[in-house]
């Protein structure tokens, strides 16, 4: 293991792995167990794609993620279009007009639109009825406590609240819903479907991937101390496990984002339990380095992300595509960004260790990337550099950080790592 791998991961050989191959394993298609929809067994289940594999993923290493549909493309805004009361939301009427809009252009929600009906899947059928008086209530525990199972109540407005959901992805539209956890009633929250994979290859009326803004209507609105819900259907994870052990066993060596599960019920109907994952935000960086200040970007997984961390020159614009900053966007941090890379990439191995001190984390760089191996994540840094976070300190050291970890502890299909060995791969 070495610091050279932050500079020119390995990735993987494309092949059957890539988006649009079969990869059905271990999906739970069957219908009306534990959970009802998508629980355990319920509802549209996990199943779908796996791991993409890819050496050098979309287009080799050589080709950047930019341009339409890329892993890097903007959501596209149509609340300041539509938004005729200026609240800053789309009511009602407003999302209707919105959604013409979106028919009329034929763009189904941007680069998201409806997924398609995944291949040997199921047909859903509904849940079982489930009321706040059913559940038991966890008040005085922590949101991530991983010895909890919370139930989460949604109620949208209306019954085709998962079309409107569907057209919305990947807008900046957000769909209303009361909320209703541990019987306590929230203001409005809202509420979008999220994910790649796990929205495209999983059809209407199975469990899809959530982001809830608890603070979408009072801005000071929090659930048990939290902004955001990240709630991941678990997509080719039959166990469901993945992602909450790999945060438990890497968490406690780097900052990485905590995760347990969570109930989730949707006009009075079950669609089963999710993976409730931390957001990768301000509260986070408060939490870990003791300021919300600094840098933060994220990468985005995708079998052509191409995110690692290359020299690409002194152009600002070639790491826009790759990465996406999430804090202020000001010229300094990107400089830093790229001061990074450049020594990475052109400093002789035998300096690379001082050159890199007061610059990178290397225990914590080293841990990432060890982890990231030992694990298999086959959806991470050392397989495709892409789906992981950074962090720039306000002393000017950066992080680099677990993101997404729904796709570890599993082998990828096509090369494994250098030399083609390993999961995976040929040995």
């Not at 809009?101 to 034929?106: C, I, Y």
């Not at 035998?350 to 982890?371: M, P, R, S």
């Not at 086959?378 to 796709?407: C, Q």
Request: net charge negative.
């Amino acid at each position: 293991m070495s610091l050279e791998s932050l500079a020119q991961p390995p990735g993987q050989a494309p092949g059957e792995g890539e988006l649009g191959a079969p990869q059905n394993e271990g999906q739970n298609g069957g219908r009306g167990g534990f959970g009802g929809r998508g629980g355990f067994g319920g509802r549209g289940g996990f199943g779908g794609r796996g791991g993409f594999g890819g050496r050098g993923g979309f287009g080799g290493r050589n080709q950047g993620p930019g341009g339409p549909g890329g892993p890097n493309a903007k959501d596209q805004l149509l609340v300041e279009k539509f938004d005729a009361d200026g609240d800053g939301r789309l009511n009602t009427q407003e999302r209707a007009e919105a959604r013409k809009s979106l028919d009329a252009t034929n763009s189904g929600g941007g680069r998201g639109g409806p997924g398609g009906r995944g291949r040997m899947m199921a047909e859903g059928k509904p849940g079982p009825k489930v009321e706040p008086g059913d559940v038991t209530e966890y008040s005085d525990q922590p949101l991530y406590d991983p010895s909890v199972l919370r139930t989460l109540f949604l109620t949208f407005g209306s019954d085709d609240w998962e079309q409107e959901l569907a057209v919305f992805k990947s807008t900046d539209v957000e769909v209303p819903a009361k909320l209703t956890v541990d019987g306590e009633q929230y203001k409005e929250v809202g509420v979008s479907f999220r994910g790649a994979s796990s929205f495209f290859s999983i059809p209407e009326g199975l469990k899809r991937s959530l982001n809830i803004s608890i603070d979408y209507l009072d801005s000071g609105q929090r659930l048990h101390g939290f902004k955001t819900l990240n709630l991941l259907n678990c997509n080719g994870d039959a166990s469901l496990m993945s992602t909450v052990l790999y945060s438990s066993i890497v968490g406690s060596k780097i900052p990485t984002p905590r995760a347990n599960f969570m109930n989730v019920v949707i006009n009075g109907e079950s669609w089963g339990v999710y993976c409730n994952v931390e957001q990768f935000n301000g509260d986070f960086v408060k939490a870990n380095y003791g300021t919300k200040k600094g840098a933060r970007w994220k990468v985005h997984g995708s079998p052509r992300g191409d995110g690692g961390l290359r020299y690409l020159g002194e152009d600002i614009e070639p790491y826009r595509e790759r990465f996406e900053i999430k804090s202020k966007d000001d010229e300094q941090s990107w400089r830093d960004l790229i001061a990074l890379c450049k020594l990475l990439n052109e400093t002789p191995a035998d300096e690379l260790e001082d050159k890199l001190n007061g610059v990178l984390d290397i225990d914590g760089a080293l841990w990432f990337l060890a982890a990231d191996i030992a694990l298999i994540n086959s959806d991470g840094y050392w397989t495709r550099a892409s789906d992981y976070n950074i962090y720039k300190d306000p002393a000017g050291v950066f992080h680099v950080l677990p993101h997404d970890m729904n796709e570890s502890f599993r082998p990828t299909r096509g090369g494994g790592g250098p030399g083609g060995g390993g999961p995976g791969g040929g040995g």
